[in-house]
Every structure is written in C-alpha cells, then in structure tokens.
C-alpha cells in the first residue's frame, strides 16, 4: 500500500503517510495530530477521518479504538454561509 | 523517589515552550515543562494568531517589533521541520471616530519613533489596501506591513521540539498540584506524577496563572475572560492584511491556508473559566464584520470555538521574578497578545532566570508594579 496515495482527511488532504509521521513524532493523541496536520478541521468536520484517524493511532499504540480520545465537536454540523447568519434577525 | 530539574515551566503554550527552549539555549538544559493536557491546549492554540507591532505603549511596541523580527527566521533558529506559517501582510487598524483616530495619530508617531514603519492611510488608500472594503464612516486608518499572521500550533510545537533536541523535559499530561517554598524561596512542584525538587519555578500557566500564582502564597492580579472566534471554508487568496477595529471589537484575517478567522470582543462578556460557544457570537461577529468585508457573506462557517484572555489591569503581560518568592518568576498576563510576544518573552524570561541582563529592560513589567501604582496603559486591545 502507497501510504502516500491513501487520503485520511479528504477536506484537508491529509495522507496516512503523513499520520503515521506524526505518530512516529510522538504525537499519539487526535488533539495534537489535528493541531499539526489540520486532520479533521475540513468542512465536513471530520466526518470521515475522525474514525480512521482513531483506529490509526489505535493501531500505532496497541489500544482499543474505544480509549482514543475524540476531539470537542464544535458547532455547526453543517457549514453555513455567513450572509444566511448575518440575516439571522430577519424574517424570510 | 523524588526527581529534580534546575527550572520547572509550568505550562505548555507558546510562552511556557519558548522560555524552556530558550533556557536550554542560553545553557540551562536541566529543565522540565509540565503541560497538564497537550501542547497549545489552552489559550495559544486557541487564539487569532495575528501577530503586530502596531500597539499603543513603548513597551508593548518594543516588544512585539523585537518578536516580529525574531518570526521571520524562527523555521530555521528552532531546525523545524514543517513551517510556523509566518506571513507579513500587514495589519490594517480602522478608525471609525475622532478619538480613535487622534489615539492612532499618537501611536503612529511612536510607532515610527522606534522604526516600526507604519503609516496613516486614507479610506481610499485602504480600499487598495484591501480590495472590497467597505469604508463607509471610516475616519481612515494605520497600517504596517511587517505585521501579520503565524501559526500557533506550529510555532508552540517548533519551540517544544527545539528544546527537548537541546535535552529539556517535555511533560505532557502532568499536573502540577502544587509548589512548596521554604525560607521565602521555592523548593519543589509537586505534581500528578510525583514530586520535583526545583530552584526556579516558571509560571506560564495562562488562564490558570492565579491559581498556580496562590500556591505560593502570591495574589497575581488577573482574571479570565471569554473570547470567542470562527473559522470559514478556505478561499483563493482575498485579502492579505488583517482587518481590525477597536471601536467595533473585531479582527478579521485570510490565514495563508485560505480560510478567514475572526473574533468579536464581546464588551458584555462575563469574568471567568467558561470556554463554550454561543449562537449570540455568530449573530453579532457576522453582523459587526460583513457591513466592513461584504465579500465574507459568500464565505461558509465551518468551526467555531472560544479561548481565554488572562487580562491584567494594564493589559500588559507580568514578567519576571518577585522579591517576595525566591526562584518564582512569571510570564502571565498577556491580556490576550501572548502569542505574538512569545519569541521575546521567551529570550528574556530566560535571562532575567539566568541572572543576566536583559536585552530589553522589562524591570517595569514586574508584578510590583501594581503595589507601586505604576500602571502602563495599553490602547490598543481588541
């Protein structure tokens, strides 16, 4: 497998090879590998990769998936566009 | 067993990882850094990262200037092997009423006074500044093209990296629980992982400053406060400087990724550790920022989030040792610009540990200053 064609993050583009840099960095925890890498910061808001990731550095330390530690999940779900916010008072 | 180290750094942000790294620089490599979570965890992972030299007082204007230049080699004075993403766009400070822009007058002058190369610009002058401006009340406004943005997760990282290379103790994780001081001067930390026989005792705790600041007995006059702050899809590259206003409360920067951060100063924000986040922002923060930058309204929200300033009554950071703990020094306070200082701070603090003289005189930014009344009022905060 070409860690470097395998894409964990696709809103940011982060690759395994990149991950598993990280990792070897000292790097163990989905806080930190986000901070560096933008792993799960994307538009999707780590929908897809917050889950890789975590098996990813559950594999890398030897733990159960369930003991990763997931990241806040910060508002909105969804993205918005500013202009809809900046009507928020307004009736449609 | 008891462990030992000639200085613990309590605090793992910018300011705790550039005092630690420049410890080691400076020869003291016997040093321990405790984090009670991740690196850049608390308020430096969770500021604007904008960086400027624009303020309003000598000190703070000396200090950031110095920073700023110390940015601009930071990749290669610390070997890092990523990029602290450090761009000089400039800031761009909007005046929007007469006493704004007689303060701006002044700081200018000061400014140029200490060779920062800011300027006065007219509305016009903005809008070529920054494409799409809406200059509608605006007096005019200051800009400086060495300001900026950097990275804050990188830069804390770089300096954490750097040190451990030159053998500091990096300990993330670790809480100190408490400090032990016998004949007026610090003798161990005491932490989740056992005790620390220690010399010197680095308060870089940020918003939990005060608390650590009472294990010695020490009254550090700060408190907390909420700021709150969004991110939005990137972009192609709009607009290169920061935006900023006092009067309106806001900044607003395009960060070298594409997205834009910007964070509204909320006047009625209450005192305290809350870190939530509230629709009432997003109302008010796209409300007071897209009348000024229209462009944003196409933009989509993707995060938002909130850190604490740690603000002192002059909303200029405290530094050093006390006479009243032997071995205890601070670097607290920032009031909300600690990140953008943390290259110099970090060098200072160092010496003013090491016993040396310091490059810059920072005498007047002891925790004294406040029994002695010498406040030193800073302006220009958002």
């Not at chain 1, 929908?47 to 990241?71: F, H, M």
């Not at chain 2, 809350?274 to 629709?279: K, N, P, R, V």
């Not at chain 2, 603000?311 to 953008?340: N, R, W, Y």
Request: charged residues 25%; neutral net charge.
């Amino acid at each position: 497998m070409d860690e470097d064609r395998v894409i964990i993050c696709r809103c940011e583009e982060v690759t395994l090879k990149r991950v598993r840099e990280l990792l070897d960095k000292g790097l163990h925890t989905m806080d930190e590998i986000k901070r560096i890498s933008r792993c799960g910061m994307g538009p999707c808001q780590g929908k897809t990769c917050r889950p890789l990731l975590a098996q990813e550095i559950a594999n890398y330390l030897g733990i159960d998936v369930g003991s990763v530690a997931l990241p806040t999940f910060r508002p909105p779900t969804k993205p918005v566009k500013l202009g809809v916010i900046a009507r928020g008072d307004e009736c449609d | 067993m008891t462990r030992s180290a000639h200085v613990a750094v309590i605090g793992g942000g910018v300011n705790g990882c550039s005092i630690a790294y420049n410890l080691a620089k400076q020869g003291c490599t016997d040093v321990v850094v405790f984090e009670k979570s991740y690196l850049c965890s608390g308020s430096t992972g969770r500021c604007g990262a904008g960086v400027r030299c624009q303020w309003g007082t000598e000190m703070n204007c000396r200090l950031a200037f110095e920073s700023i230049k110390m940015f601009e080699t930071l990749n290669e004075e610390l070997g890092y092997d990523y990029d602290i993403e450090f761009k000089q766009k400039g800031y761009l400070i909007l005046a929007y009423t007469e006493k704004e822009w007689e303060q701006f007058k002044l700081n200018v002058r000061l400014q140029n006074s200490l060779g920062i190369p800011s300027r006065l610009v007219t509305p016009e002058e903005a809008r070529g500044i920054v494409p799409g401006l809406c200059t509608e009340g605006m007096l005019g406004a200051t800009y400086c093209k060495k300001d900026g943005h950097c990275n804050p997760h990188h830069t804390t990282w770089a300096y954490a990296r750097a040190a451990e290379r030159l053998g500091v103790r990096v300990k993330t994780g670790v809480e100190v629980k408490d400090i032990m001081v016998r004949n007026g001067r610090v003798r161990k930390v005491v932490t989740s992982e056992g005790a620390y026989n220690v010399e010197v005792v680095v308060n870089a705790a940020g918003p939990w400053a005060k608390p650590i600041g009472a294990m010695v007995g020490l009254d550090i006059p700060v408190y907390t406060e909420r700021h709150q702050i969004l991110v939005t899809e990137p972009c192609a590259p709009v607009q290169d400087p920061m935006v900023i206003s006092f009067s309106k409360h806001f900044y607003c920067q395009q960060t070298p990724h594409g997205s834009f951060v910007m964070g509204y100063g909320d006047p009625t924000e209450v005192k305290g550790y809350d870190i939530g986040h509230s629709w009432q922002f997003l109302e008010r923060m796209v409300q007071v920022v897209t009348p000024v930058l229209p462009v944003l309204k196409e933009l989509r929200l993707v995060r938002q989030w909130s850190g604490l300033y740690t603000i002192s009554p002059d909303c200029q950071p405290i530094l050093g040792g006390t006479p009243k703990v032997e071995g205890f020094f601070m670097a607290v306070g920032f009031s909300g610009h600690g990140f953008m200082l943390a290259p110099v701070v970090g060098r200072l603090v160092a010496e003013q540990i090491m016993g040396r003289p310091t490059s810059l005189d920072i005498s007047m930014l002891d925790l004294e200053r406040f029994d002695r009344g010498e406040l030193i009022l800073e302006p220009s905060v958002v």
